[in-house]
């Protein structure tokens, strides 16, 4: 338990030593959200919050999409910053000439190889074996820097896993991502896939984990995946994506450190403000009760909790400092009477022992009815009566 954490001593022992870059792919992957559609521009914002908030690697896009997407990959990769910029292709040679017009160095390159995947795309694993190599030596021939990205890699068959995967490094790949692309993996199978994976290609190749959120694991997964010795972790701002959406990479960011003792880039107190503006840009509100960046988290109605609000680690695992939140009371019907003393006096309302309990009567009745809460204006006008 640190001076910002306020953990308890259950997680002493838990805790492991790791090297964790975090890759975003908000902007590509996060984008995949149903109904989102980020304009050129909004993505070069996005893009220079992003390394404003520590990410090491972004994701600009998949520049054959669209002239859009071609367009905002071309600002991102002129855009000077800080941190590194990667593509995204297919095993695609064309996919592949687009990274080399747009003088793009870094890309994953994707291809399915679970029996589900090829199975539905009537492809043999022969065929994309084949595919895959030749877009990796391709790639590598025009100086791009390739991690290999096997979707669906949580549900392949381990013999074939194991194939490609080593066939990508020998074709030029330097380094390798397990893709939970349905997101079906336990922590635990996660760790052991990550270490398997490490074993396959050799402990000179970087192995990433990229995760989904279909059963709600995601956060659990990346941090077991991180353990098992990934060093780089995907996932998008505000978990945005595909059906239940990506990895969290502030969610995954604040559990190494608060209850792992890992450190990494990203910058928490930062997140709440960039999260927000990305919610506006996409046209998605966050529930008030998410991690991180809720509206709730450091919000008091309850009496109870508000006879505590004095001394924050009795009601809280954090301080609100770690991701530049603050904290407060609000009135409603699960108001009590420490709710009412420290509205006042944050109001500056003088109102003694008898007028609180008259006003905290009126404050629950009219947080009843109105079934919300009670605002600051409406609070002075019950006071005075």
Do not use: C
């Amino acid at each position: 338990m640190t001076g910002e954490f306020w953990t308890g001593g259950l997680n002493e022992g838990f805790s492991f030593e790791a090297e964790v870059g975090f890759y975003d792919t908000t902007l590509r992957d996060g984008e995949q959200t149903v109904g989102v559609v980020l304009s050129p521009e909004e993505k070069l914002e996005l893009a220079q919050g992003l390394d404003e908030l520590g990410i090491e690697r972004i994701e600009a896009g998949f520049p054959r999409v669209s002239d859009d997407d071609w367009r905002a990959v071309d600002l991102i990769a002129r855009a000077g910053l800080r941190a590194e910029v990667w593509g995204f292709s297919r095993a695609v040679r064309a996919d592949v000439e687009a990274l080399v017009e747009l003088d793009v160095h870094a890309s994953v390159i994707e291809s399915p190889i679970s029996d589900l995947k090829l199975g539905a795309l009537g492809v043999s694993r022969e065929q994309m074996l084949e595919r895959i190599t030749g877009a990796i030596a391709y790639a590598v021939e025009h100086d791009i820097r390739v991690a290999f990205f096997g979707v669906d890699s949580t549900r392949s068959e381990p013999a074939y896993y194991a194939q490609v995967y080593r066939a990508a490094v020998e074709a030029g790949a330097q380094e390798v991502v397990v893709v939970d692309t349905i997101g079906i993996a336990a922590p635990e199978a996660a760790a052991f896939l990550v270490a398997q994976t490490r074993e396959w290609v050799g402990d000179a190749v970087p192995v990433h984990w990229h995760g989904h959120n279909d059963f709600g694991l995601a956060t659990a997964a990346a941090v077991a995946a991180a353990k098992s010795g990934a060093r780089w972790i995907h996932g998008t701002i505000n978990g945005m994506g595909e059906r239940a959406g990506n990895a969290n990479l502030g969610e995954i960011a604040l559990a190494l450190r608060g209850l792992y003792g890992v450190d990494t880039n990203l910058r928490l107190d930062r997140l709440r403000a960039f999260s927000e503006r990305l919610a506006a840009v996409s046209g998605y509100e966050l529930e008030p009760y998410k991690p991180l960046v809720g509206d709730n988290l450091f919000t008091r109605e309850s009496g109870a909790v508000a006879s505590q609000f004095h001394d924050p680690p009795a009601i809280e695992p954090y301080a609100a400092a770690v991701v530049g939140a603050e904290r407060r009371i609000v009135l409603g019907k699960k108001s009590g009477i420490d709710s009412i003393r420290i509205k006042a006096a944050e109001l500056g309302l003088d109102l003694d022992d008898d007028a609180q309990r008259s006003v905290l009567a009126r404050v629950k009745e009219l947080g009843t009815r109105k079934r919300g809460l009670v605002t600051d204006d409406e609070f002075r006008e019950l006071a005075r009566g």
